[in-house]
């Protein structure tokens, strides 16, 4: 960064309308989008975990705006929120999370991870998504459907299976595969 370009006062820096504190932390952006003008104001904790993002956006299409605390109440992970704004999130002893309640809309997702903590299910407020992985721990297999029932190890966990008509199947990185078409990949260099 050019120091033409830049601004350092009170260990703060400002390029263009963001404001950075001394750790390099986004504090304060500000700016035009199209037709709609925006403000965020960030605060974070000593270890550089979020306490409070406030957005507020002036536009005439549906309000972006939300004044968010966050909240670390879990000893066992905590730099991992328990709560931010009306969301609540639960994890298990590796810390992913299993749960996340919205008391706001009235919603829930609930995760599911196997021993190498990768998704296996993911269900929101009815829809289950399931994820297969080859033995390289790449996903190979993505599908969608409606609830029915799912059991880890034979005992019933609450959320569903489903029968799928949606799904992705990964066979290699090169392609895609969906019920109705596939799609080939084609990379430059390493790109």
């Known amino acids: 960064m050019k120091k033409s370009q830049s601004q350092i006062q009170n260990n703060k820096t400002t390029l263009g ?18 037709t709609a003008s925006y403000q965020l104001d960030m605060a974070y904790g000593i270890m550089s975990e979020p306490l409070t993002k406030v957005q507020k956006v002036d536009s005439t299409k549906t309000a972006q ?9 879990d000893s066992n992970h905590p730099t991992a929120p328990t709560q931010i704004g009306h969301e609540h999130y639960t ?20 995760m599911y991870w196997d021993e190498d903590n990768r998704l296996m299910v993911l269900s929101d407020n009815g ?5 297969t992985y080859n033995a390289a ?37 090169i392609i895609t595969v969906t019920k109705n078409r596939f799609t080939k990949h084609y990379f430059i260099g390493d790109k």
């Open 17 to 34: 309308g963001s404001t950075y504190d001394a750790q390099n932390r986004l504090i304060h952006a500000n700016g035009k989008a199209k």
């Open 65 to 73: 705006s939300y004044d968010f605390t966050y909240k670390y109440e």
């Open 91 to 110: 994890y298990d002893a590796n810390g992913n999370p299993t749960l996340v309640e919205n008391d706001s809309l009235n919603t829930e997702r609930r």
């Open 127 to 131: 829809k289950t998504s399931r994820y």
């Open 137 to 173: 721990g790449e996903r190979v297999v993505k599908s969608h459907g409606d609830l029915e029932g799912v059991y880890v190890n034979g005992a019933p966990q609450g959320i569903t299976f489903h029968e799928t008509e949606d799904y992705t199947i990964y066979p290699a990185p």
